[in-house]
């Protein structure tokens, strides 16, 4: 794109400085692992959920708790972190709640479930029943539970990070495409390298950095960041160069399902957050392509299964923004 930014404005700046500060917080306790981080930043600040698909031990449930412990929450709604790990034998009203009869009163009272925090593991996703999948990601959607005919809302600020194991199959329920599609991003840790993970041994992060970390930022502040980015600038050319890519997606062979607009829509919207943590108020052409694959690959159906090749996902936006002349 033509021109360059010599400083963002101040409501730019401070965005890129609280991305800058989280990401910073993050990469005290998970090492080596800059993109990953930048993308976790990204699906935050852009208000969308996460699942990470990885082998046990890799850091999934640190990177949430670290990510929490960042994140002031006011004290008269939620706790700042929840972790609920999913079992076949788990029903609906254990993560969303249940009005309880209490005698003395003749009444039923709302009593929470671990959906009510700020920011929510759903460790195992895939090992219950997809009628909890359901009402997880029905609260995903709406921000909102409704039980017993009354609706409880979450509040402006709520994240999921969803973990589930690539690997076994024994026990496990397949989220289907449409669950999928509620995730903003798809995202893999994986192994770290050698000197990362000597740093990771030495300094057990998890018990000796997480309890000390002090939150840089609070849940308004962060939902105020949300709401800058959508100021920030993509050329038109750029938005239909996306939309021509999904639309491309659905009429290759071996492809049942293709990008849906919601797709398009969380792909733009994460592509402008990421424009702030690289320091620019404009999307270019890279932050489409760095973000094509965790946004938009788990979102088709290949041949019979979820989660389509993210090559053909990423060849189908460089094709498209190749055709853009400015």
Do not use: W
Request: proline residues 5%.
């Amino acid at each position: 794109m033509p021109g360059q930014i010599v400083e963002l404005d101040q409501q730019f700046l401070n965005v890129n400085l609280l991305a800058e500060k989280l990401c910073d917080g993050l990469e005290t306790v998970i090492k080596g692992k800059h993109n990953f981080v930048e993308l976790l930043i990204t699906s935050l600040i852009s208000g969308g959920h996460v699942l990470i698909e990885d082998m046990p031990g890799l850091g999934k449930t640190t990177a949430a708790r670290t990510l929490a412990s960042l994140i002031e929450s006011p004290a008269d709604t939620f706790k700042g972190f929840s972790r609920i790990q999913f079992t076949p034998d788990l029903l609906p009203y254990d993560i969303t709640g249940v009005d309880v009869f209490h005698p003395e009163t003749g009444e039923f009272r709302f009593a929470p479930g671990p959906v009510f925090a700020s920011v929510v593991l759903a460790d195992e996703i895939n090992r219950t029943t997809p009628k909890v999948q359901s009402a997880l990601l029905e609260v995903m959607a709406e921000n909102q539970v409704t039980v017993g005919g009354n609706t409880h809302e979450l509040g402006d600020f709520f994240f999921v990070i969803a973990t589930q194991n690539p690997v076994e199959v024994e026990g496990t329920y397949t989220l289907p495409i449409a669950q999928l599609d509620r995730f903003l991003m798809k995202l893999s840790i994986g192994y770290p390298d050698k000197d990362s993970e000597y740093e990771i041994i030495t300094q057990d992060p998890m018990h000796k950095i997480v309890p000390d970390i002090e939150a840089v930022c609070t849940t308004d502040e962060l939902v105020s960041a949300r709401n800058t980015a959508d100021k920030v600038h993509c050329d038109e050319k750029i938005i239909r160069a996306v939309i021509d890519a999904a639309a491309s997606t659905r009429e290759q062979k071996g492809i049942q399902t293709g990008i849906s607009p919601r797709g398009s829509l969380m792909l733009i919207k994460a592509a402008r957050v990421f424009a702030l943590l690289k320091g620019r108020d404009y999307v270019i052409d890279q932050d489409i392509i760095d973000l094509s694959e965790p946004v938009l690959a788990h979102r088709i159906l290949q041949e019979g299964r979820a989660g389509g090749s993210s090559g053909i996902v990423r060849e189908a936006v460089i094709e498209s923004l190749k055709r853009i002349s400015y």
